[in-house]
């Protein structure tokens, strides 16, 4: 079977040198089964605070309330992702645009009053995703959640990524990032981190902010034998070396 890589993007790494989106549509091109992951943090508070809506945040995590959510789903599902699949499909690539919600493939429940509509993943439909695979498209995956019945939620974008590579058994996980990888105190490059290491690192304080999503999705893939990597998504051809098997970024370990 081709290999599955999902991609996670997010808005501060597509800049001049970034080239994350020409891999994407190389790999698939050379028969990879790229799945890409968004977020799209930085419009959605840009947005907010054009709409004069409070953005407050608890433990890393924006507090969504019912005005703010309709924000958060405009931004991610019609900016973000379409320009996303825009993109792709301008380089040759053939993307479809999807949420969570489409097809109830990302299920979520809320979990923290003080977050309000954010939810936290209970399940992923791998058959869905695995449906767009099969017709040989790209899927760009905005990261709302459906709450049932219907009631949309904001969902973490490391989060649902990591969430996606386990129900897909995907080969692989790229987090594609504005630094080289996991730094340490002297911000030197961790090659390499397993859970051991990875706990030292939380208790010196060296773990902080979106750091800490994306190791824990993807410690939560590689539970499943996904190979999972942090990497400097704004320098050329990152995607690419990775899946050429060169050592990029940090690989973590079960």
């Known amino acids: 079977m081709a290999t599955t890589t999902v ?18 549509v190389a790999l698939h091109r050379e028969g990879l089964r790229p799945v890409v992951v968004h977020g799209g943090g930085a419009m959605i508070t840009d947005w907010l605070g054009k709409m004069q809506i409070e953005s407050t945040f608890v433990d890393g995590l924006r507090s969504t309330s019912e005005a703010a959510l309709a924000v958060v789903v405009g931004v991610l599902r019609g900016v973000v992702n379409v320009q996303l699949v825009g993109e792709i499909v301008g380089l040759g690539g053939n993307a479809v645009g999807v949420s969570g919600v489409d097809g109830g493939a990302v299920k979520a429940r809320r979990y923290d ?53 386990r129900a897909l058994r995907a080969d692989s996980l790229v987090f594609l990032t504005d630094v080289d990888g996991l730094l340490d105190g002297s911000k030197a490059l961790i090659t390499e981190v397993g859970p051991a290491r990875a706990a030292e690192l939380r208790a010196e304080g ?48 079960d």
């Open 113 to 165: 009053e003080r977050l309000g509509y954010v939810g936290e993943v209970t399940e992923v439909d791998g058959t869905f995703v695995q449906s767009l695979l099969d017709a040989g498209v790209i899927p760009v995956i905005a990261p709302i959640g459906l709450e049932p019945p219907s009631q949309p939620l904001n969902i973490n974008a490391d989060t649902v990524a990591g969430e996606v590579a």
């Open 7 to 24: 991609v996670k993007i997010g808005g501060s790494t597509l800049g001049s040198q970034d080239t994350s989106l020409q891999d994407v």
């Open 206 to 253: 060296v773990l902080s902010g979106g750091m800490i999503p994306k190791l824990d999705a993807c410690f939560r893939a590689a539970e499943v034998g996904v190979r999972a990597f942090i990497a400097n998504g704004t320098q050329p051809a990152t995607l690419r070396r990775i899946a050429r098997g060169e050592a990029v970024g940090t690989r973590i370990t």
